[in-house]
């Protein structure tokens, strides 16, 4: 069974800083893994999807990273604003022999100060 | 844009009650699921569908049930409701035609209360 650890928990720093969260997963038989935001209350927010056999992806400030067959993955996001203030979710998917079914780690709470 | 949308996004409801939680996607999307969120728990999926009429138990089935009979929309069926189903609900959906579109797209949420 997937179980996917995110570090840390919680995380808050200044704004313009640039900073890492971590993913780590136990099965590294995955087909993608999936990046999102949410925002309190609110829905998941897809922010980057990286398939199984790419290292990386970028959108904008945010660059997500993947190391299958250690079983991680980083996001990396620059120049932090107070607007990207949220939890991130990272979510490997197609563990188990089912592509689309994803497993969501309990995110990593992200403040950014003015 | 791909939109999914809930049919409530508070519900408060009477032990014992059935319960139906509608999601509708706009775009088309093979698959769609239901989710709950629970503090400390994380997102855990109840059921997913891959295709009109077609289900899957997810982690967490027990208590729920699902209908699927037009490929736009899911409903959550919760037939007698209890107190350790007060929760977020959400539901997602996401294509399987280009690897490219597999993510999945998220509705706002439904928060449940069962009293």
């Known amino acids: 069974k997937q179980e996917v650890t995110q570090i840390p928990a919680a995380l808050s720093v200044p704004e313009g800083e640039n900073l890492v969260l971590n993913c780590s997963f136990t099965?590294?038989?995955?087909?993608?893994l999936q990046w999102f935001r949410q925002d309190p209350g609110k829905g998941l927010t897809s922010l980057l999807l990286?398939?199984?056999?790419?290292r990386e992806q970028t959108s904008g400030r945010l660059n997500a990273s993947l190391d299958k067959s250690s079983g991680r993955s980083t996001l990396y996001i620059a120049a932090s604003q107070p607007g990207d203030s949220a939890t991130y979710l990272c979510?490997?998917?197609?563990?188990?022999?089912?592509?689309?079914?994803?497993?969501f780690g309990k995110g990593t709470l992200l403040t950014v100060n003015p | 844009d791909v939109k999914v949308t809930q049919s409530s996004r508070y519900l408060v409801k009477r032990t014992g009650e059935k319960v139906f939680l509608e999601c509708v996607q706009d775009?088309?999307?093979?698959?769609m699921f239901w989710y709950r969120q629970d503090p400390g728990l994380g997102l855990r999926l109840i059921y997913f569908s891959y295709d009109v009429k077609m289900k899957e138990k997810g982690d967490i089935p027990e208590g729920y049930s699902v209908s699927r009979e037009k490929k736009e929309r899911f409903s959550l069926i919760l037939e007698s409701a209890s107190t350790n189903q007060t929760s977020m609900y959400l539901c997602?959906?996401?294509?399987?035609?280009?690897?490219?579109?597999?993510?999945?797209?998220f509705g706002p949420g439904t928060r449940l209360l069962v009293l």
């Open positions: 997602a959906s996401s294509s399987i035609k280009d690897t490219s579109l597999e993510t999945q797209y």
């Open positions: 099965d590294s038989a995955i087909y993608n």
């Open positions: 990286i398939q199984s056999s790419q």
């Open positions: 775009m088309d999307h093979e698959n």
């Open positions: 979510a490997p998917g197609g563990s188990g022999g089912s592509n689309y079914k994803l497993t």
